[in-house]
């Protein structure tokens, strides 16, 4: 087990690796991933390296459909997970120095130092080899350029600080990657094409069943003449050996440009000549041009959705560090992409979407995008409507089931308990459609494309729950809610909730569409084949839908008999049990009243005016001491309320666990990646818990407080045309109109208006 949190330099802007601790690549390769939402790449080396290391590039949207792999096949299980391809590394130069070939692992070197900068998005390494008594500085700057994505740059260089030496570069591209998670070490390209002549170098690849052709070329200039040029070509993987000469004080420099094209944008037969095309062009720019232009479309994500924290640098890095992954991650410019919980950073959950993505990312990109942004998100899901059908209709249901995993809208996951019975994951996007109209207020979106998600759901819960005569109740048994650490429960509070939830807001939406475009309603209830009996089902379980509560406590209760478990706290556990996950067996897990992440308090959180400040405390202080967090997803939302019934240090604290989750690699376990979607959960830690930002009727309200161990903090806001800068300070509130047109917002339940003309100050 590792044990070296504080691993990282403190810094606002950078994450600092000094000095070179080989136990922990893993992890640090996942920390200095870069991505542009086309493509990403772990930390890895240019170099050879021949210790432990997991070569990562992902390219989004480009899966192949791995087999199924289960100890018990059962009937509506998927056949394939599918998993983002690992594909072709391009940022490989490899480098001989006087016949000792570069490898970290075998060649002694000193002053070792690996620079992920978050505000310009570019990694840097740099390290003294010696050879043979001589030294030799190396430095690696390489970024994935956020304009134009299809593109990278690398600039290696050599300086001989002693000594003549011979230098040996060989800048190349290879294929023969493989998925370390692959479920039958299966090799999950073809090779198509491999073209390295005196123009052009490329290779180009297939993903095996999913036929995604991917195609890289690279061009590269080396600031010295060279006394040979070796092309290589062999099978997925091509190479230019250059040699030149080096002595002290000299420096090479090795310029690598790719240009990185898929299927996914082009026809087929067009992805060479537009692979070759653009790298083309990209060397003919030059790698400085290329990095102004990428410095420059960063300089405007940063200035539309950064978090500045005064008073505390370690909070600063956490925070910027999320917000520079996220945005790394997802970039809102093709609607056939999401939000794999790890991102680019590693395999683990196949770069898959979750319900994570409504549920936590999507505050985020509402807040600090542009519309269009959330739209895609939302999009995504109405194109794979029919899919959810299909999938509901696998488990003899009727409506729609999103899967709870999934890249082009088929369930991935295979573990009943999760795919058949976490259908909670439906209520999340539906909600989404209410949190983006709420938002942006483009009511069109119902009729465009949301009432058919919505009506397809609510036809799914209608149809998953049934009616329970001796109770005189509608019930949902047979499932699991958002607490993994136990299945096939009946009557999941949050479940239940979210269910009956959808069904109002459906209705709700049905009546709003009658009202307002009857035309279009009619199509709709034509398409949809909806009738009056279904309203009605609605309406009925809506009335007399089931919630489990625990009359001792005056709470929800997470599920039937929850109470009758043995009922120990956290605080009970030794620490050695935890995280129980790698501790416990599931057996023993599944028995004990511990919860894995936010369940009954997600419900809180969702239908927060539901609940008073006294029922909100009591939900908190009954369900806070039994959680676990075991999933990145809770603390945040622990935090969120902890912060709304007036706990600050304990909002504090909370958000804490998940602010340097992977920078002090709190779970053991950030070598498989980085924990993306959580991120967005820290960052509504901030502006939703400790600033209390949320919209209600269209308009932004705030109640902000400022935690202790902080001076200031401020965040932007871009809420329909308009950016705000909020600054939380410890005498005062500042809201500044940077864009848009004035408007009217709360704070703390009195209405103030915001102009550009003029800052709006509270005194506190
Ligand atoms: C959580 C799920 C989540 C998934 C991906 C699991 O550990 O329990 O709620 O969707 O991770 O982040």
Aim: hydrophobic share 35%.
């Amino acid at each position: 087990m590792f044990n070296l949190k504080k691993y990282y330099k403190v810094d606002a802007w950078q994450v600092i690796e000094e000095g070179f601790d080989k136990d922990y690549n893993r992890v640090t390769e996942s920390i200095m991933s870069l991505g542009n939402g086309h493509m990403g790449l772990r930390g890895n080396f240019a170099e050879k390296y021949s210790g432990d290391s997991l070569q990562g590039t992902y390219i989004a949207g480009v899966y192949y459909p791995d087999k199924t792999i289960v100890g018990w096949w059962k009937n509506g299980y998927p056949e394939y997970f599918a998993k983002i391809a690992n594909a072709t590394n391009f940022i490989g130069i490899d480098l001989k120095i006087d016949d000792t070939v570069i490898d970290l692992n075998q060649v002694e070197f000193s002053s070792f130092k690996r620079v992920l900068n978050m505000k310009e998005a570019y990694l840097k390494r740099s390290f003294i080899v010696n050879i043979n008594n001589q030294e030799l500085e190396i430095i690696e700057k390489r970024f994935l350029n956020q304009k134009n994505k299809e593109i990278a740059a690398i600039n290696y260089s050599i300086k001989a600080l002693s000594g003549k030496h011979k230098l040996e570069l060989k800048p190349y591209l290879d294929g023969n990657v493989k998925n370390e998670d692959a479920n039958y070490g299966d090799f999950f390209w073809k090779g198509e094409e491999e073209i390295n002549n005196e123009q052009q170098s490329l290779l180009s690849m297939k993903t095996k069943k999913s036929n995604f052709k991917v195609s890289t070329a690279m061009k590269w200039e080396v600031n010295k003449e060279y006394q040979e040029l070796k092309k290589i070509k062999e099978k997925n993987y091509i190479a230019d050996i250059i040699t030149l000469k080096i002595e002290k004080g000299e420096t090479v420099e090795l310029k690598k440009y790719i240009a990185l094209c898929t299927s996914r944008d082009y026809k087929k037969d067009l992805v060479n000549d537009q692979a070759l095309e653009k790298v083309k062009s990209a060397a003919a720019d030059g790698y400085q041009k290329l990095f102004a232009e990428h410095k420059k479309a960063w300089a405007k994500i940063w200035q539309e959705s950064d978090i500045k924290i005064e008073g505390d640098l370690e909070a600063q890095q956490g925070i910027r560090f999320n917000i520079f992954h996220l945005n790394q991650t997802y970039t809102g410019h093709d609607p056939r992409l999401n939000i794999g919980p790890k991102g680019f950073t590693g395999e683990k959950y196949g770069g898959l979407t979750y319900w994570d993505t409504e549920a936590y990312c999507l505050p985020f990109y509402l807040a600090t995008h542009s519309q269009e942004v959330a739209k895609n998100l939302l999009i995504y899901r109405y194109k794979h409507l029919e899919k959810a059908i299909e999938n509901a209709d696998k488990l003899g249901l009727k409506g729609a089931l999103y899967p709870m995993v999934t890249i082009n809208g088929e369930e991935c996951h295979n573990e009943w308990e999760i795919t058949f019975e976490e259908i909670h994951r439906n209520g999340a996007i539906a909600h989404a459609i209410k949190d983006y109209i709420d938002y942006t207020g483009d009511q069109e979106y119902i009729k465009d494309y949301g009432f058919e998600v919505l009506a397809e759901i609510s036809r799914f819960w209608a149809d998953r729950a049934h009616f329970n005569p001796r109770k005189d109740k509608y019930m949902i048994i047979g499932v699991t809610g958002p607490n993994e650490y136990e299945n096939n429960i009946n009557n999941n509070w949050y479940t239940n909730k979210i269910a009956v939830w959808t069904l109002k807001y459906t209705l709700e939406n049905k009546e709003y569409l009658k009202n307002n475009y009857p035309e279009r309603y009619q199509e709709l209830v034509d398409k949809l084949q909806l009738s009056e009996e279904d309203y009605q089902l609605w309406q009925d379980m809506i009335e007399k839908m089931y919630y489990p509560y625990l009359d001792d406590y005056d709470i929800y209760a997470q599920q039937d008999g929850y109470l009758d478990k043995e009922q120990k706290l956290v605080s009970d556990l030794k620490e050695e049990d935890i995280p129980l996950h790698k501790n416990w067996s599931w057996d023993k897990i599944l028995r004990s009243p511990y919860i894995k992440q936010a369940d009954v308090l997600q419900g809180v959180y969702y239908f927060e005016d539901e609940f008073d400040q006294a029922s909100m405390e009591r939900h908190f202080d009954f369900y806070e001491p039994r959680t676990v967090h075991e999933s990145s997803l809770s603390p945040c939302i622990y935090s969120i309320i902890a912060a709304e019934i007036g706990r600050k240090e304990k909002a504090y604290q909370l958000y804490l666990r998940t602010a340097r989750l992977d920078l002090d690699n709190y779970n053991y376990d950030t070598d498989d990646g980085l924990h993306i979607t959580s991120m967005a959960g820290t960052w509504m830690s901030i502006v939703k818990g400790f600033a209390g930002y949320e919209v209600k009727d269209s308009q932004l309200q705030f109640r902000p407080f400022l935690p202790k161990a902080w001076e200031s903090y401020d965040f932007m806001i871009i809420f329909r045309g308009r950016r705000i800068k909020v600054e939380v300070n410890k005498e005062k509130i500042i809201f500044e109109l940077e864009a848009g047109k004035k408007l009217t917002l709360k704070v703390y339940a009195e209405e103030y208006q915001l102009s550009a003309e003029q800052k709006l100050i509270i005194e506190k």
